[in-house]
């Protein structure tokens, strides 16, 4: 089988990865716009039970990217004066260029490498494959060629977001609510290496205008972001990596695959970051796509049909969490007017996917501070 993978992020490395690891005779082309070690944005986190949904298939790549992670259990609130901590869910993050070279490194392991700096203008260009592999993001151009077939819809959230690093460590994950004279803001952050973090800075539109954003360069926007979080970041700069304010895109497809091309990825659905999934979402299509090539050996239309039988009600299921968490984020400004409690309920319901008995049984002791208020009365 001759195979095209568009984009070496995390679905396509790990895909390519897995197919030849389970079909040697496959022939597998990876191509990657950008050199190995560029990549956007910082540190990602894993929720819940981080890589334990490729321990039992895939020990070794469990083993090789586990050691790098950074672990904690805690989700920090911080809002009103008050900061509260959801216990039991447990997170482990590392850094994206990191993931990515780790998986390279994976990839190698069964004699594949990619073929970097190469930019795919048009699916035309790639030749002759029995199966072209769009894991090439959000601005996928293998959606772009079908995108009538795919039937492909794009909206776009209307907070803004800015995604920075820091030198400061955060011992959980935290978010960070702040109000100044132009409005409301808040951060995600948490840390993913050694004196390295993720500080991702989010805001409505109304603030973002009212604050003169539009105008301001790198260096001020960074200041700016800095003075609100000045107490967050305790000293500590900021870093960008071409950080730029940005508009979340929510990306769906009616179809997964047409002829022989099929997406995977955030190419093929986004999940708004609040959840932390996109990566693990990501991989586990890759896990789900290789699997069904393997299981229906040559019939490549029957492999894309089983890939998304098999993987749409699980996708559908976290993209409606991480739509809803996507809306209450959208109005944070608003929720910022509960008392801190209120909040953090709020907050943890915010999915949809956790029932007050589900969550205590995963945070008691956040559940239990919040029921105890409730009964005194505060
Ligand atoms: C602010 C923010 C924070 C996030 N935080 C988290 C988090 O904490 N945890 C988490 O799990 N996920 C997080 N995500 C989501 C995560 O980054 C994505 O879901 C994940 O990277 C998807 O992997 P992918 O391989 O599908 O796409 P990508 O990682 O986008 O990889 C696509 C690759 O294709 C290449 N490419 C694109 N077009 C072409 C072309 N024409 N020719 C050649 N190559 C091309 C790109 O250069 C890129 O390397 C976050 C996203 C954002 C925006």
Not at 137 to 146: E, F, L, M, Q
Request: net charge negative; hydrophobic share 45%.
């Amino acid at each position: 089988m001759r195979c095209v993978v568009v984009g070496a992020g995390p679905a396509g490395l790990y895909f390519a990865y897995l197919l030849k690891r389970a079909r040697p005779d496959a022939e597998i082309r990876i191509v990657e716009q950008n050199s190995a070690d560029a990549t956007f944005g910082f540190g990602v986190v894993f929720s819940d039970r981080a890589l334990e949904f490729l321990r039992e298939d895939d020990p070794e790549t469990f083993d090789h990217i586990t050691p790098h992670m950074e672990i904690w259990d805690d989700l920090t609130l911080d809002h009103g004066g008050e900061r509260i901590s959801l216990d039991g869910i447990g997170f482990a993050a590392i850094g994206r260029l990191e993931l990515l070279k780790l998986l390279q490194e994976r990839l190698l392991s069964v004699g594949l490498a990619a073929e970097f700096e190469t930019v795919v203008a048009s699916v035309d260009d790639l030749g002759q494959a029995d199966l072209i592999v769009g894991a090439d993001g959000v601005n996928s151009i293998v959606r772009a060629g079908h995108e009538a077939e795919f039937g492909t819809t794009v909206s776009t959230l209307t907070n803004k977001f800015i995604w920075y690093g820091t030198t400061r460590r955060f011992d959980t994950l935290s978010h960070a609510f702040r109000r100044n004279d132009h409005g409301s803001f808040n951060a995600h952050h948490y840390r993913y290496a050694p004196g390295r973090s993720t500080f991702i800075v989010e805001t409505d539109n109304e603030t973002w205008q009212r604050a003169g954003m539009a105008g301001m360069n790198e260096a001020e926007t960074m200041a700016y972001c800095a003075r609100v979080f000045a107490h967050e970041l305790d000293g500590h700069p900021l870093i960008s990596n071409k950080s730029a304010w940005r508009n979340f895109p929510k990306i769906w497809n009616r179809r997964w695959w047409v002829g022989n091309q099929v997406l995977l990825g955030d190419a093929l659905r986004t999940a708004h970051f609040s959840i932390g999934s996109g990566t693990r979402l990501a991989m586990e299509d890759a896990i789900a796509l290789a699997a069904a090539l393997v299981d229906c050996t040559d019939d490549v239309s029957a492999a894309l049909e089983v890939y998304e039988a098999r993987r749409r009600p699980v996708v559908e299921k976290l993209v409606a969490a991480a739509n809803e968490s996507a809306s209450w984020y959208e109005r944070f400004a608003e929720h910022m007017a509960l008392e801190p409690w209120e909040f953090a309920i709020s907050y943890a319901r915010r999915s949809g996917r956790l029932s007050d008995d589900r969550l205590a049984r995963l945070a008691p002791k956040f559940m239990a501070g919040y029921q105890a208020r409730q009964v005194a009365g505060r």
